[in-house]
């Protein structure tokens, strides 16, 4: 867990920096960054003043230039970089969502199935996902679970989806007992 604090406005400018720097790998202008969480370009030019201070993001001058994250942002956002990701496939109303990756799935309310929900943590912009959208996971890799499910609500700030889980199966040959 990191020891760095930040602000809600923070986080997310934070988290679509990351996510549109793992789209393009190049820098991230302010523009780009505004665009992605509806902020005024000013408010990110001045939040991006004080992510630097904190070591979180590097300034790249120039007119291909903008902003990066540094290793130091994906620790305090929690997102662990691995060389070689599982891929988990992802789809909003039957098509493919590229570019996104899914970290994590949480299931709550589990002994409610009326009320059971999934949250999904993600990396990659959330900003085509919408309530009522149709949203599919799956299959992880180890047990094949896939979960089907209606969009109750995302998360922008901490890029979660959160699904009415409307049907949830895994296959029986992988399980293991």
Same mark, same amino acid.
């Given at each position: 867990?990191?020891?760095?604090?930040?602000?809600?406005?923070?986080?997310?400018?934070?988290?679509?920096?990351?996510?549109?720097?793992?789209?393009?790998?190049? =820098?991230?202008?302010?523009?780009?960054? !505004?665009?992605?969480?509806?902020?005024?370009?000013?408010?990110?030019?001045?939040?991006?003043?004080?992510?630097?201070?904190?070591?979180?993001?590097?300034?790249?001058?120039?007119?291909?230039?903008?902003?990066?994250?540094? !290793?130091?942002?994906?620790?305090?956002?929690?997102?662990?970089?691995?060389?070689?990701? =599982?891929?988990?496939?992802?789809?909003?109303?039957?098509?493919?969502?590229?570019?996104?990756?899914?970290?994590?799935?949480?299931?709550?309310?589990?002994?409610?199935?009326?009320?059971?929900? !999934?949250?999904?943590?993600?990396?990659?912009?959330?900003?085509?996902?919408?309530?009522?959208?149709?949203?599919?996971?799956?299959?992880?890799?180890?047990?094949?679970?896939?979960?089907?499910?209606?969009?109750?609500?995302?998360?922008?700030?901490?890029?979660?989806?959160?699904?009415?889980?409307? !049907?949830?199966? =895994?296959?029986?040959?992988?399980?293991?007992?």
């Amino acid at each position: 867990m990191s020891s760095i604090e930040l602000t809600s406005s923070q986080k997310t400018i934070l988290t679509a920096l990351v996510n549109l720097h793992g789209e393009s790998e190049g =820098a991230i202008k302010g523009e780009d960054i !505004a665009d992605e969480v509806d902020r005024n370009t000013g408010t990110i030019r001045n939040q991006m003043q004080s992510l630097k201070a904190l070591q979180l993001v590097e300034g790249v001058p120039g007119p291909k230039g903008g902003y990066k994250p540094t !290793a130091t942002a994906y620790n305090a956002l929690d997102i662990q970089t691995l060389d070689e990701v =599982a891929e988990v496939p992802l789809l909003r109303n039957g098509n493919s969502v590229e570019d996104t990756t899914v970290e994590q799935i949480s299931l709550s309310s589990v002994h409610h199935p009326e009320l059971c929900r !999934a949250e999904i943590h993600v990396q990659g912009s959330l900003t085509d996902f919408h309530t009522d959208d149709t949203v599919r996971v799956g299959p992880t890799p180890l047990s094949d679970l896939v979960i089907e499910g209606q969009l109750d609500n995302k998360d922008d700030t901490n890029n979660i989806l959160i699904l009415k889980i409307q !049907a949830m199966e =895994a296959s029986a040959e992988n399980s293991t007992h």
